[in-house]
């Protein structure tokens, strides 16, 4: 396995699978997702970086702007790093973060501000065109509601801005590749190289978001997918904050794997359950693994653990426990904002229902192999020791 991605490797393996891949068997499904997906992938890549390119001629002075203590939420996917990601980001008198629109569509200061203009003339003409673009977005993503509900407008996980980069881990889901795991991997397994012209196209991505939203503003980011980027993060941006979600793998394991197999029935007429499971379960329990290391390692300026039942049953003492733990003073809006939210807590019910055995997933194997971080995190129901959640 080649330590560096190519698209030229992904997009040949997209048709011609090794027998290391998830979809290595044949499917004209998959044959027919690919002819579509690569056009669409490759022109929205192309006008994307050319539009970033454009950047250094137009707006040069991005490049100046100071990046002060960012804030990562990271952690165990499917923890609540979504709805944490969401608590904060309403914060915006101190917090500014990125929209699915701007990650997808306009990563660039040159294509933000041109769709910002778009959206004032569209208003002044009576939202036309913002009617139908709602239209559109839940017909493409209302279906995804009950696994992790999103839209345009929405706070994103700003890795989906890497993916022209071939630095986004969400590609494995269309590619299938084994040589995406890497990403799951990042600070073990990429060289340093590589793993420092990722964090700089990042450090750009984030300077030119601070130069059309305010340099003064803290820049919050959420992405799972960063947990094995966290040692690389630290080094490129050593006054950063991390904030990681965790969840019992018990719960979390079969959340995950039963959140990417529709996706993979898309890119795919024939998907490999054992495939993802295995490949999922070990890098879950890299990520808890990761969490332990960190978490032993650094101060509580630098990280602070949020368990996902504490954060869905009383937002507001989680969110006060972070603001006084990192120094943040909370405003009152906010604070008022808050507590509506604390008073609607638990009343929320997913719509994602899955059964652990049918994903072929035994709770004594995870008892077996987790037990580490579940006897760390104490993550069974037992008293909290280890003073991993301060949130108690």
Sequence with gaps: MTNRLSFWHLFWRSFFPD????????????????????PAFLTIALINRLSLWLDTLLFPEFENIEIYQPVFVVGIPRSGTTFLHRLLAADDERFTTTALWELIFAPSILQRRFWIAFAHLDGKLGRPF?????????????GLDGIHKTGLLDPEEDYLAMAPHLG?????????????????HLDTAVDQKQ??????????LIQRHLYVHGADKTFLSKNPSFTPWMESLKDEFPDSRFIACIRSPQQALPSQISSILPGTKIFSGKPDLNWWRDGLTDMLLHYYDILMQRHQQWTEKEIQ?????????APMTSIGWLYKNFGWHM??????????????????????QYTAKKLGIDAADIE???????????LADRPCQNGFSRTD
Aim: proline fraction near 3%; charged fraction near 25%; aromatic fraction near 12%.
């Design 19 to 38: 027998r290391h891949s998830a979809y290595r068997q044949f499917s004209l499904q998959r044959v027919a997702i690919m002819l579509l997906f690569w």
């Design 130 to 142: 913002s009617r139908l673009l709602h239209f559109l977005e839940r017909a493409a993503l209302g």
């Design 331 to 352: 405003g009152e809006p906010y604070r008022r904002w808050l507590e509506s939210e604390d008073d609607k807590a638990g009343s929320h019910r997913s719509g994602h």
């Design 168 to 184: 986004c881990f969400l590609l494995i889901l269309p590619l299938g590749d084994a040589s995406l795991w890497k990403l799951a």
């Design 368 to 378: 077996r192999r987790f037990h580490q971080p579940m006897d760390y995190f104490q």
């Design 195 to 204: 793993r420092r012209h990722l964090t700089s196209v990042y450090r750009q």
């Design 305 to 313: 653990i949020i368990r996902m039942n504490q954060l869905a049953s």
